[in-house]
């Protein structure tokens, strides 16, 4: 009994000590010694104990908790990434500073009213083309700063698999060590530092995916993420990432190596990245794409009615028809921008006379009528072509529909109630469909008398720039009834808001996690002060089991003695 008491006691300081040489170890685990009493004996009739023996060495920790603790990790990384990309796109959008929208927008519209103000000023009619050109760059600039956030975040997607396919083959590797250590459940002693490695993998893992975990009555776990396993006895799977484009940009999706499936993204790094990266940004490209669009259409509209100080003498299409066969408004023909039934005018003037021709083109989109008498951009060729007899209109091999004015005469446009001419991108300001692709016209840019400031008064006449000066207060159905200025401040604002609440959400699930792993540290943490106690609690047994071996070896002398 006393030689077995020295076992114990020895063994309580070496726990003790090993728990003291860990206390800073990240992950580490608290162990305790524990014990039973042993078998007693029957003598005469009289029952003595035998003292105590140490039956293992185990782990003290609470599994309710970490599984707490697992979920809430989770949902603060996703919370914590979430909020992090929000900060980038507030950042990438400069709203306070000198080069933002709203400052651009702003400059744009005052060269235009300079404009209204003095149209025959050559110079005022570049300084407003030049504004133009600085807008559209700045909207194909935060469109291009966005997308590159979008592809930063498809660069770490590829990090964060890699990194969780390594902690998944952490869980393979040690399941089986700890199964033959543990004797597969038969002994009463956890394999302290193997399992340590193990909750240290399921810990990070967790802040990359959620997971969940059932452990065997081998000491292995079977590792779960939503409805997937990730690793089940022997068998286990990894994390893909497979490359497609979204939105113009390569990006990445997760999948299950052997099943295929999708990764849960409820909670974690990858899913708050994809989220980000899919929901946040590509949901703020969507919608500067709309007001872009809208932007480009409404200018674009009115720009193509009007008239500059010059006429065209040959003019082409910028976007190019797909089926010139069918209706203008059929989405087969591949245009962005759908015209609608109306008209416009086409004006010829001789350069030599000055005497001008002018012949309603109709558009004719109203679905009625004899099936295939609606215009087609092969009608609409045919129809100018037949309006004079110094016009011939013609469609290239790409589409695209080009205009051409005999010698001496120019070409005008006038009173579009169709929308034709901004949808094919004739007599248009802004060029492209979208935030990626808007620029201004080449046209206009390398021959400002073409910009189109009046509706055929000479130098002087300021209709059409009076109306291009209020574009940005028109309602549009394509906004929701908003107008371009109202919809860019409500997309603003909404992004400011959204970013204040991410930081909420964040704060509140990582106040609640670092709860957590205050009780995991109270509970499996190790505190020096008591195993500094413990250690003299043992020291003080040893000694007494070994001044009772000195005691019983004393008393057997005495009778050997006698």
Known sequence: MASRSLEVFSAGIAVAGNNISNASTPGYIREELVLQPSSPYAAGGLVFGTGAEAVGIQQQIDQFLEHRIHQASSDSSRAETVEDIYKQLELQLQELGEDDLSTSLSTFLAAIQDVVNQPELPELKQLAIARGEELATGISGLRGRIDELRRAQSNGIDLLVTEANRLIDVVVSTNPQIAKLEASGLLQSDAGGLRAQRYDALN????????NYIERSDGSIDLFSGSNYLVLKGSYQHLESTAYVDRGVQVQSVTLSRTQSGVALTGGELGGIVEGRDTLL??????????????????NQLHSSGEG????????SEHTVLDPTVSLNDSATGLTFVPQHGSFDLKVTSTLTGLTSTTTIQVDLDG??????????????????????????????????????????EIRFSSDSSGVLAALGINTFFTGTDSSSIGVSDTVRNDPSLFATGQGGGPSDNRNIIALAGFLD???????????????EQLITQVTVDSSTATTVANGFESFRQSLLNQRQQFSGVSLDEEAV??????RSFQSAARLISTIDELFDVLLSM
């Open 282 to 299: 590509g949901g703020f490209v969507d919608q500067l794409d709309t007001w872009s669009a809208e932007l480009i259409q409404q200018f």
């Open 474 to 488: 028109n309602p549009s159905d394509g906004l929701g009834g908003s107008t371009l200025d109202d919809f860019y």
């Open 204 to 211: 990070r893992l967790s802040e990359i995916i959620p997971v």
């Open 309 to 316: 100080t010059s006429g065209f003498s040959s003019v082409m």
């Open 368 to 409: 009625l009528g004899a099936p295939g008498s609606d215009t087609t951009l092969n009608s609409l060729r045919d129809a100018i072509t037949a309006a004079s007899s110094e016009v011939t209109a013609s469609i290239d091999t790409q589409g695209r529909l080009q205009i051409t004015a005999a010698a001496n005469y």
């Open 534 to 539: 413990k250690v003299l609690e043992f020291q």
